[in-house]
């Protein structure tokens, strides 16, 4: 099992920046990609930005060139910095681990942005 914890949403104003955290602990051996989705309200999850372990990243559309995706292997944590924040990017941000073929996930922080 992989325990996900985040942190580090919260209220921002539209064109601010934010910053989430992600600490993976438990059978950590073995993950093979690290990342984040979001949930808005009446939407499917989507995938905003993955890590694997080779360091190569990739970003929905929507969010390249404002949102970074790092991860340090050392504290096992997977981060997403998030600036030029729209109104569009509220929802529920999700960090998720695929170890092997099972993908694990946390419980979610809310990130809200008001125009």
């Known amino acids: 099992q992989v325990q996900l914890v985040e942190s580090g949403g919260g209220l921002v104003q539209a064109g601010g920046s934010l910053r989430l955290s992600c600490a993976a602990s438990?059978?950590?051996?073995?993950?093979?990609?690290m990342g984040w989705y979001r949930q808005a309200p009446g939407k499917e999850r989507e995938l905003v930005a993955r890590?694997?372990?080779?360091?190569?990243?990739n970003y929905a559309s929507s969010v390249k060139g404002r949102f970074t995706i790092s991860r340090d292997n050392a504290k096992n944590t997977v981060s997403l910095q998030m600036n030029s924040l729209k109104f569009e990017d509220t929802a529920v941000y999700y960090c998720?681990?695929?170890?092997?073929?099972?993908?694990?996930w946390g419980q979610g922080t809310q990130v809200t942005v008001s125009s």
């Open positions: 998720s681990a695929r170890r092997i073929v099972k993908d694990y």
């Open positions: 438990g059978s950590i051996f073995g993950i093979n990609a």
């Open positions: 890590i694997l372990n080779d360091g190569s990243t």
